[in-house]
């Protein structure tokens, strides 16, 4: 069982548009939101992180949006730029896990055409 | 070197064939991890070490045995692999402490091709 959904699986975007990826889990368990962003032949990279008692957080051009009644987060990445074309990984971490232990989506492979 | 580096980046072998990952941070930190990272799926998380000790083991076959020789560095061995197995396979480590967020630091990754 798949415990955090992620969609779409790729998203085309023209620049200077919105990119929003969505996330939604079960686990009431689950503290802590990250997003990653893999670039080819790198390593995801934390991109921006929330907790469930903000319902928003804003870095730059990316914000999270975080419902916590219907158990679902997104990505925005405002103003989209070509650069930004990677894929994007929501995770979720175990609250009751003193290991850090993460729960990934299967990634949303975003392109930004210029 | 700063970060997480693994090495190789690209490795070929063959199903009878014996090699091994290596991972290195330089970040202080005090757990490890590896992952495995398949086309079309989430990130599978196969080992956990914390203080040099493993903690978590997810049901990963045999053919992998991992080594944590101090907190700064962490092996893959492998053998006898199967085709499926071909993946990128990606190391991490974080700082684990009571109320932290533990955020994971990720590798670029061994791209592994078992012919």
């Known amino acids: 069982q798949q415990q955090v959904k992620q969609s779409p699986q790729s998203l085309i975007v023209q620049k200077g548009g919105i990119s929003i990826i969505n996330c939604a889990y079960e686990?009431?368990?689950?503290?802590?939101f990250p997003w990653y962003q893999q670039f080819p032949g790198k390593g995801p990279a934390l991109l921006i992180a929330?907790?469930?008692?903000?319902s928003e957080k804003k870095e730059g051009r990316f914000t999270i949006s975080f419902n916590k009644s219907a158990k679902q987060f997104s990505l925005h990445i405002m103003d989209s730029q070509p650069g930004d074309s990677a894929t994007y990984f929501c995770?979720?971490?175990?609250?009751?896990?003193?290991?850090?232990?993460?729960?990934f989506g299967r990634g949303t492979q975003l392109t930004v055409w210029p | 070197e700063t970060g997480v580096t693994q090495t190789p980046r690209h490795l070929v072998m063959g199903m009878t064939n014996k090699k091994s990952l290596k991972c290195e941070q330089h970040?202080?930190?005090?757990?490890m991890y590896w992952y495995k990272q398949s086309a079309k799926k989430p990130l599978e998380l196969m080992f956990v070490?914390?203080?040099?000790?493993?903690?978590e083991n997810n049901s990963v076959p045999s053919r992998f045995s991992p080594e944590c020789p101090n907190s700064s560095h962490l092996f893959l061995h492998l053998h006898t692999l199967q085709p499926e197995d071909s993946a990128l396979y990606l190391c991490?480590?974080?700082?684990?402490?009571?109320?932290?967020?533990?955020?994971?630091?990720f590798g670029p990754g061994t791209r592994l091709t078992v012919l």
């Open positions: 991490a480590s974080s700082q684990l402490r009571t109320g932290g967020l533990g955020t994971q630091y």
């Open positions: 686990n009431t368990a689950f503290d802590y």
């Open positions: 929330i907790r469930p008692d903000v």
């Open positions: 995770a979720a971490r175990s609250g009751g896990s003193t290991l850090g232990r993460l729960y």
């Open positions: 970040l202080g930190h005090n757990a």
């Open positions: 070490y914390s203080l040099e000790e493993r903690v």
